[in-house]
């Protein structure tokens, strides 16, 4: 089968034998890097303008529906998916700038996000083997903490109290699990 990419819809699409519920397509029509993309994704190059078409597979039925949506990509920006060509023709027609660099806006917002989640993860992965290869993680009687509070400033709260570095990762990775719950309300 080979590698693919996911597209999932902005509304379900069910299959015409057993009614279960179709929430994506994948496809091999992009970069092929086992990504999920949702719409208004960056799925390919900027002078990409296309319509791909694929077949609906139901994971109940093991097999292919027979039914085919068509995936509009404007400026390798994933438009939309449509129930037929000329509906997925009409939405890359109906793109404007504007919205064009709204959605480039936003890709840059998410893509600005990662890159600092992906330096927050890198940093602390350093101070876990600082610290341990070090030695802090063994209590010494009387010592002040000194540059521990500088140095591990935004990474101490996991390190401190850790028995050893995968207690450290799993502290961390709880800490970012509540975080992400608590985005999630406000969001």
């Not at 939405?91 to 927050?120: A, F, G, I, P, Q």
Request: hydrophobic content about 35%; charged content about 35%; overall charge positive.
């Amino acid at each position: 089968m080979g590698m693919f990419d996911t597209i999932y819809f902005d509304k379900p699409y069910y299959c015409p034998k057993c009614r279960t519920r179709i929430d994506s397509t994948q496809t091999k029509a992009f970069e092929q890097t086992l990504a999920n993309f949702y719409m208004t994704d960056c799925v390919s190059h900027a002078e990409e303008i296309r319509v791909v078409k694929e077949e609906l597979f139901c994971n109940k039925c093991s097999e292919f529906t027979g039914q085919y949506v068509y995936i509009a990509v404007f400026r390798g920006i994933l438009v939309g998916v449509a129930d037929s060509l000329i509906e997925a023709r009409y939405m890359l027609n109906d793109m404007n700038l504007e919205k064009l660099l709204l959605w480039y806006h936003d890709l840059y917002k998410n893509y600005d996000k990662k890159v600092r989640e992906n330096e927050s993860i890198l940093r602390f992965m350093r101070n876990v083997v600082e610290w341990f290869e070090q030695g802090r993680h063994v209590k010494k009687k009387g010592k002040k903490a000194g540059i521990d509070h500088i140095v591990f400033l935004f990474d101490r709260e996991y390190l401190k109290k850790a028995k050893d570095p995968l207690d450290a990762i799993k502290r961390f990775l709880a800490a970012r699990q509540k975080e992400k719950k608590e985005r999630d309300v406000f969001e």
